[in-house]
């Protein structure tokens, strides 16, 4: 036999439910009986089961799901048979793992009770050879929706501070206080932008692996330079069996690029038992660097392992590594620096991708990375209420260059770290994940909760430490030694006196405008200007999606506004915000059809979005702007640009134009308005500016020109012009990059749009150039026109939309479809077309 011989247990298993008391001493029994079964994925939920066997419908759509709150009232059985062989029985070690079990777990082998687990979070894992035997064996998992054990007491203890829910706000089913007690996804039981659909599931890959001797537990690396000899090195953590015999060993190790050149090391020696910890350090020549989105390339070495012992050889799952160095700068700023080069982070608060989290694919988090990436994103911060994700998340982040903010999974309330118990489960899960996660390029800062350092003053009062010894002791200790080149950071927003502070650290940027109680503060985008953070992790504004996703939710309910299904999927924030803000910059909102309602909310939130993400990288001493947030768990009118059916949502573009490699910004002050240039690439830019103001139709034109730079990984302020007695009503300031058309103009308008005296623009196509897989339209708008929109046939993709032209002003646009663009399907609209 091999060192190593695994086997995967994943696939269609079978459920049963019984009541909550349902004995464990009954398992032995239930696992024999043959009736009430039904078939479940696994990976897989419960309800993706009772979907499939017509129990519950989709809890997605509609109103459907209150009709799954009795699942939390029933205890839930998975059952899997599975035969082992006369060599599995002589191995050395049969070790079974179970990743993704949502929430405790009681497991039975046979009819024999093997072990107890309380950790979504982290494996549970065994050796089954005490209850293993020749032929069928019967594995049974008992799990539960997980907070019914949790009483009154637990959550008055030690200080009666409880985690609050969404009652306060209209959704008393949303939310449930017993939910810090319990290691899984805190989002499961409700959020403002979430239902309750509480998950149990087995949610991640189920192995059974037979060993003999040893096996390599982990490998770990870490870029070291020495007089400018870049070198990674490697500790790799090998498990000998035997619980005293020593045995020789031989441990290889080697990193290749992409070119195919491999550096290598090996080691020889005598293996101790139990952890054995061999440490390499491996030379690279010409070392290639891994950069973020838009800045570089994202290398990655491939990294492989194998332990030798006698005649027996075992590989470890080969991996990417991407070589980078980190920096958290606090010293006068928050800011990352990635290989020594400071960044603008930009991105967005990222959610799990489905409220039933255990069905998001590979396919899923490619087209949602691939998206960020599409959208100039450099960055998504995972938020503290959701989950590790997938192993394929981060791959497909390390490959787009999309870095990563980590919270651990704490949000919004004090936890119970007073329990010697909890304790256990924080240090297993940090120890286990950052293990899990550390190689990844990606992974550039971790953080120790979502707002609940900012909770402790703000919002309990200093009335409880519940969390403080996870963030401020556990935490950091587990990930320096385990990643300690990636900086730890105590939770978001952290920093100074009074966390959330715009001084020090990061900031959630909510209740200055988009949760402030005066709506017009709400709805107007120039509030954003008075920002002064350093870096804002948090900030959002809500949207309707199109008109597709919004019929799939409702799931044939009328298209009524004011109607139970419509409010059910209305963001518990968003308190009439969209109304106001379409009356704001548009028209008046009462008696709009359902698809003018869309538009005009939809170019809201891009709207807002644009102009705060502007705000904030126009500042020189601000480092980050992370949105929240960037995709949907189910269909509802809320933060996200990514719907949940995966449609871009128009403020998807908005924010796509924000977050420019080169953008031109402009921002008043007083009578001025300063012309910057942020440049996130590493090459500076010359070109010829050309600024000033412009007749909405074009025949006034107060226009300069001048020779500028646009500096690398800065930002710089090219000019400053004056408004005079210009009427801000009749047109516009301008900037723009004269032949460059990477560098889109940048336009200030100092009315909001609706007082604006626009006219039609005379919109017109005026070439269709159709190639393989899609195509480029180039329109043209001889007066000025606001969210040009391009009308095109089913399943075509836009680079672009809902942008604005100048006055002349033609742009080329590209397409992509699965067949070439028919100009007979081509159109174009704008919101001021037709307008006399």
Known sequence: MTLRSERSLNGTWELTDRILTFPLANACVLAEEGAGWIPAPVPGDIHQALIAA?????????????????????????RRTFSAGPEWLQAEVVELEINGLDANAELFLNGEHIGSHRNAFCPFSMDLKPWLKEGDNTLLVRLSAGVEGVSEADIDAPDGIRAGTEAERGRPERGDPRRTFVRKPQYSFGWDWSPRVATTAIAGDVTIRAMNEACIRDVSLRAIEHDGQVSVAVTVTIDRFHYYRTGA???????????????????????????????????????????????????????????????ERAAYPTFDYGLRTFELDTASNFAIAINGKRVFCKGANWIPADAIYARVDRERYETLIREAAAANFNMLRIWGGGRYEDEAFYQVCDRHGIMIWHDFMFACAPYPDHLERFRGEVEREAEYQTKRLGHHACIVLWSGSNENNWGFRDWWDDQTQGGAWTYNYALPRIAQRNTPEIPYWNGSPYGGDEPNSSKVGDRHHWYDCMMNPEMEKRITPEEYDKCDSLFVSEFGYVGAPVKETVLEYMDGAPLDRQGTVWQHHTNTFEKNTVDAGIRKHYTEPEGLSIDAYLMYSGLCQGLMYSYALDSMRYRANCHGSLFWMYEDCWGEIGWTIIDYYLRRKPAWYFVRRAYAPLRLILRPAGDAIRVVIANDTMESRPFELEYGYIGLDGRV????????????????ELVTLYRGDRDPAAGLWIARASGVPEIEPAILRAVDYRRLQTTDPGLSIVDVDAQEGGGMIRVRAERYAHAVHLLLPAGAIPVDDYFDLLPGEERTVHVRSASALDRAQVGVTCVNEGKE
């Open 701 to 716: 034109r107060d226009l300069q020109r001048r020779s500028v730079e646009a500096v690398s990984l800065a930002r710089t």
């Open 249 to 311: 060993g031989t441990v290889r190790v080697a990193v290749s690029d992409q070119q195919g050149r491999s550096a290598k090391a090996a080691w020889s020696g005598l293996l101790r038992s139990g952890y054995n910890y061999i440490e390499f350090e491996i030379p690279l020549t010409d070392p290639q660097f891994w950069w973020p989105n838009g800045m570089g390339e994202q290398h990655l070495y491939r990294v492989a392992a194998e332990l030798e012992v006698g005649e």
């Open 54 to 78: 017509g129990r519950i419908a989709e809890p997605l759509i509609g109103l459907n799901s209150f009709d799954c709150r009795w699942t939390e009232d029933r205890s839930w059985w998975y």
